[in-house]
């Protein structure tokens, strides 16, 4: 599940440009000893919501970035759906915001780097491809994957 | 995956009990227009925190009965996580609410009507059974089914 080449360079460009700011909200993640994991929706060519992992922070397991980033988008448009946005962030979703992602109606999905560990679109229980998940994004991954699993790397090395 | 019989007696008395509570969410709900989906954690036999669905009212995708309950028995707690504390809820947990229940850590999942369209439990991506899960609880189902299934049918049907 790579993204396209050629004839989307132009939204590859855009792309890299929303999954760096992705980045950003993992490197704030990490600055306050949180897993740095970030998601930012984009909604018309514009950053909707962001989201860090804070779980730590906020006692709540459920605050993965997409999760953070998805209730911020909702909240900004008084919509328990977003349809037409897009949301990028750095690792690959588990399988809770996988399905968190889909039953917003997330039209695309970019995602840095994949997690073989605990990831839920490509590995584990692979949401988007069960016949008990009524919407999926298009997926799109690989882009800035070699920062993103640097971050994590580093995050977790120092810790073990 | 049936809650257990004869030895675990009275536990399934005190199960009922609870059940009746995540019903009692669930009535909540459906007044409220919501899906009619409840739930209860429960730690040392006494109601830790309740849920139930709200992701009109809240406009949160990620606000499904066993979500709200995990977010508001952490903060009670001042924790992420919720060893020995035990979810009752009125449906088999989705694929999202699955993997919440995971990273809380809790110990027992009991819950009432299976949900072949939507569940995540022994549908679909079958999380608990998946090398991407770290902790499976313990699962026992079918208890006030009944209930919680007519409820929901109820519900879709004024609305169909």
Redesign the interface.
């Known amino acids: 599940m790579r993204a396209k080449s050629g004839s989307e360079a132009g939204a590859k460009t855009a792309g890299a440009t929303f999954m760096e700011q992705a980045l950003e909200q993992a490197r704030a993640a990490a600055a306050r000893g949180e897993v740095p994991i970030g998601a930012v929706i984009v909604k018309d060519g514009r950053v909707l919501a962001t989201g860090r992992n804070r779980?730590?922070e906020?006692?709540?397991?459920?605050a993965h970035a997409e999760?953070v980033a998805?209730?911020a988008a909702?909240?900004a448009?008084?919509?328990?759906?977003l349809p037409g946005c897009d949301l990028y962030v750095t690792l690959e979703p588990?399988?809770?915001?996988?399905?968190?992602i889909s039953?917003?109606r997330i039209r695309r999905l970019y995602y840095g780097a994949t997690d073989?560990?605990?990831?839920?679109v490509e590995?584990?229980?692979?949401?988007y491809a069960?016949?008990?998940?009524?919407h999926a994004p298009e997926v799109y991954s690989g882009i800035g994957e070699v920062e993103a699993g640097e971050m994590l790397r580093a995050f977790f090395r120092e810790r073990r």
């Not at 448009?77 to 759906?81: I, K, P, V, Y």
């Not at 588990?94 to 968190?100: D, G, L, R, Y």
């Not at 073989?116 to 839920?120: A, I, L, S, T, V």
């Not at 069960?130 to 009524?134: D, E, I, K, L, N």
């Open positions: 779980t730590r906020g006692n709540d397991p459920t999760i998805i209730r909702c909240a448009l008084g919509d328990e759906r588990c399988a809770m915001c996988a399905a968190a039953f917003a073989p560990k605990g990831g839920g590995h584990g229980g692979r949401f069960q016949a008990t998940c009524h």
